[in-house]
């Protein structure tokens, strides 16, 4: 089949580039639909992918929160497991998106959504998120060096974010590899993290109606399992992005779909349990000084642990972040959009590093209740809309498409989720009802696919009359292709 480029301004095929698993290349595509002499790599892959970047302190903050909410230990790990469990799943089925259309997640939602429509989600949930999460990581990170050296934080956050935009620029192939390095690094310190935070600060976790975040069990077991779900919810749009170079195979794409699930759910599960374990011990939220209270002696392989997996986080939201500025269609390079989120991050994280968990859990709310009604269009699309018919691939370069009615269905689902919103930024009128508890991204789902499914047969919203020009091939793409 053809091969779409978006730099091609008649929408023809993409450059076969010669990248296929070379380290040592820049990668030359951005979002490009991958060519299939370019495919490459084992699903196994998406196992280490996932699995480093989830190795997260952060997540073991989270299962603190058992504690505020005055919940037993066994509601906190049924809420923590079942959180897991559904955005594995999602993930899951969103990887093998990528394997099957060899497209980037971000460039899917151009089906259902349009070129125009497409533009405020991406613009706010994955430019956003991703300079968001990038500079929450850096914070972690370089706080950490700072703590293990004594470099004070800027030259400590320059150093990583220093890091980072070297691995992104060089792109997928060195991703999947320094992922895969760290799995084994990562699994090592955050299982010494573990057996000490749990042998010095163990304590039963019994339900208390007096703890000060109490809204009932109820509530609090359905807060704490959207809480777990919107951290798996907020790596969505980004989910295709590491599995687009994978051979389009049945076989293949089933594997990664497991594979990736099964990276996300262990590693959410495992610290998510291992928070609640420790909750009734823990009194710093601070995760830099909640480490080093749970680890005492122990602190140094601790924060060496935090300080890695800050790079396995963030390896995926710088690239992650760059393929959307392209997705918003603005004239650069996947490089130039690296060094883009790399500088925007390092301002944000020099601006917010104080008060990090409380920006931790707000910015978490709030990027979770656009992303579900999000998710849920590019997922019916697929599934039931005929989007994986490859011959529509085209379909997802055609600019002229501005705006379809997943547009409509997407912001029906944000716009219905609003009155349940639970943040200290705002909260809706009904975020106390039906229990107590956060529904604000299941309202967000559910009306989002009712939307779709009332509108999705419906013809174009929007489409101009001529096409519109895209921009001309990137750096890289000339560069790789006068190199062969």
């Not at 935009?165 to 590899?177: K, R």
């Not at 994986?388 to 912001?411: C, H, M, N, Q, Y």
Request: net charge neutral; with cysteine; charged share 10%.
């Amino acid at each position: 089949m053809r091969h779409i480029s978006e730099s091609a301004s008649t929408g023809g095929e993409a450059a076969d580039c010669g990248y296929r698993d070379s380290i040592a290349t820049v990668e030359p595509y951005g979002i490009d639909h991958i060519p299939d002499v370019e495919r490459h790599g084992r699903p196994i892959s998406q196992f280490y992918v996932w699995f480093a970047a989830g190795l997260n302190f952060p997540i073991m903050v989270l299962g603190f929160s058992a504690a505020w909410f005055g919940l037993s230990l066994w509601q906190a790990v049924t809420a923590v497991v079942a959180g897991a469990g559904v955005g594995s799943v999602l993930m899951g089925v969103l990887s093998r998106m990528g394997v099957r259309l060899g497209v980037a997640q971000q460039m899917q939602a151009r089906g259902p959504l349009g070129f125009v429509g497409n533009m405020l989600p991406v613009a706010y949930i994955n430019v956003f998120a991703g300079i968001g999460w990038a500079a929450l990581t850096v914070i972690l990170g370089g706080k950490a060096l700072g703590e293990i050296t004594g470099l004070p934080f800027v030259v400590s956050a320059a150093g990583l974010v220093g890091v980072q935009l070297l691995v992104a620029v060089f792109g997928y192939n060195m991703i999947h590899l320094l992922q895969k390095v760290l799995s084994y690094v990562l699994v090592v310190l955050f299982t010494i993290m573990t057996v000490v935070a749990v042998v010095r600060g163990s304590s039963s976790l019994d339900a208390n109606p007096a703890a000060g975040g109490y809204i009932g069990s109820f509530g609090g077991w359905v807060t704490l399992f959207g809480w777990f779900l919107a951290f798996l919810v907020a790596w969505t749009p980004f989910a295709s992005d590491y599995s687009r170079y994978l051979p389009d195979d049945r076989a293949v794409s089933m594997r990664a779909g497991w594979y990736t699930g099964l990276g996300n759910f262990v590693t959410l599960a495992w610290l998510g349990i291992a928070g609640a374990v420790v909750a009734g011990a823990a009194t710093e939220t601070d995760p830099i000084a909640a480490v080093k209270e749970l680890t005492g002696p122990w602190a140094v392989p601790a924060l060496l642990a935090i300080l890695l997996s800050s790079l396995s986080q963030n390896f995926l939201n710088v690239y992650g972040g760059a393929i959307s500025l392209q997705t918003l269609g603005l004239p650069v390079s996947r490089v130039q959009a690296v060094v883009c989120i790399c500088l925007a991050s390092f301002g944000v994280s020099l601006w917010a590093e104080a008060g990090v968990y409380d920006k931790f859990t707000v910015f978490l709310n709030l990027t979770s209740y656009f992303i579900a009604p999000y998710v849920t269009v590019v997922l019916l699309d697929y599934a039931v809309g005929g989007r994986k018919d490859k011959s529509r691939i085209p379909e997802l370069f055609d600019r002229t498409r501005l705006l379809e009615w997943g547009f409509v269905a997407w912001a029906a689902g944000v716009a219905a989720s609003v009155p349940f919103w639970q943040s200290s930024l705002y909260t809706g009128p009904l975020a106390d009802d039906f229990g107590g508890g956060d529904w604000s991204m299941l309202v967000g789902f559910t009306a989002a696919a009712v939307t779709w499914f009332a509108t999705y047969r419906l013809p174009t919203l929007w489409r101009t009359g001529r096409r519109v020009a895209a921009p001309a091939p990137s750096d890289e793409a000339v560069d790789a292709m006068e190199a062969k």
